[in-house]
């Protein structure tokens, strides 16, 4: 650019020599000052000299009460972009643009839920935030430089303008002269001879010109597409990220329910225990029963605190993947009920080629990049590209085989909670009536209990494999 700027001026100077020495100045009608845009939208003043300013265009006023400049650039997150570029720091720019108050506000209080996890994650879990910022540092250099540069490119363009004008306005007034000849500083040269030189100066400053527009157009376009390189380049995270946190959540749940049946027995076998010491007492039962009693109290009450323990973990875990602190109070929200009709109208070989194209582990594997340019090395690549497509379109045969075995247990599910149903009612009229003891009302209400919990946890399970096989389309899916 520095060559660019020496050859305007030398151009500038030898207009102002041609205007100079014929004791003429470029007659330029005078105009009010108004806002331009030149042929990339790039917004100007046009001086009533006819010249541009790019430098001194005024904001515009935004919805918020704000303003921006007319020639900001945002990016595809709708972030603006400035010296400092993005953040995904909350606490410092405060709702993200874009992002509505509502859904700002859900996400700031202490409840999870299932639809919240994918923006938790973008905005505040530390491993995404910190490859964002990573990345978007090597932006801001690029943002920074072009701050720069277009300042610099914007005075280059004013004065190739002037430039243009100037010799424009001299070959007019050359053209005008009468006779064959101009005088040049005290000598007489062919007016061709002085038109020829004007052209040719013309020619090399809207030659200049060009290359500026083009270099300020080139940049533009990479830094306006700037933001969204860096969401594509880290999407393959942020969804690992995102399916991973989901499939933390769905094993929580699972804990949860358990933890419930559990609940429940220790509950139901505390009042066996306390019962039977009073049979025992009344030699109406016997020691070894009320034993066997304590001894089942005392087992489910330790599987409580295992669960106790683990969910803690889970929800910690959790916690801090969606930018929490780990000693925060948070509420897991119970997940929506999975698409029991998800498989249907689908067409699965559409779904594998999908999954299996957009697979990481088989894009590293077809990279040229990642081989030798020989022919060994060409073969070799399509060896290792054709083994893991292999392997992934065997991975996705697993995940669709599993999610429609799931769909199966889903719907025996609702049998087996009718059953339940049925049985926790006939166990109480049968105690009721002592037709049975409570004992066996005991065993009877475990088994209800039983059913419930395996149909919740079939549910979770159907979610979790419609959640697999959606992933796996979107290139989340182990294929080791």
Known sequence: MKLIGKKNNLIRITAAAFAVSLG???????????IEKDEFGVAYVLKDDGSRDYNNVPALPTDDGNSISQNTIIDSDRHEIGVNGPTRDQSTIGIPDGMSKETYAALSDNVINWSEIPDLVEYRNPTYVKYYRQADQSIETMRTAY??????????????????????????????????????????????????????????????????????????????????TVNNALSPVRNQLVSTVETLVISYKTLEVNRSLVSEQTELYKSLYNMNQGLEQQSLSTAAVTQSYYNQLKTAEKTLSDLDAGMAKLKKNIALQCGYDASADITIADIPDPDVHYLDGRNYEADKKLAVDGNSSVIAAGKLSNYTYSSDGMKNRALGENEARGKASAAMDALHNELKRQLILADQSETA????????????????????????????????????????????????????????????????
């Open 147 to 228: 701050d720069e540069f277009s300042s610099q490119m914007h005075e280059q363009l004013t004065s190739l303008d002037e430039t243009i004008d100037g010799l424009k306005a001299s070959e007019q007034l050359i053209a005008k002269v009468p006779g064959d000849t101009v005088n040049m500083n005290g000598t007489e040269v062919s007016k061709d001879t002085a038109l020829e030189g004007l052209k040719s100066g013309l020619a090399s400053a809207k030659a200049g010109k060009n290359s500026i527009i083009s270099a300020i157009t080139s940049t533009r376009s990479s830094i306006y597409y700037a933001g969204n």
């Open 417 to 480: 909670l009718k059953k339940a149903e049925l049985s926790e009612n006939s166990a109480k009229i049968k105690l009721d009536m002592g037709m049975v003891g409570n004992s066996e009302y005991a065993g009877l209400k475990m088994q209800a209990l039983s059913y419930k919990a395996t149909a919740k946890i079939n549910r979770l399970n159907l979610m979790q494999a419609v959640n697999n096989y959606k992933w796996a389309m979107s290139g989340v899916m182990s294929i080791t």
């Open 24 to 34: 003429l100045f470029p007659m330029v009608n005078a105009r009010a000052e108004s």
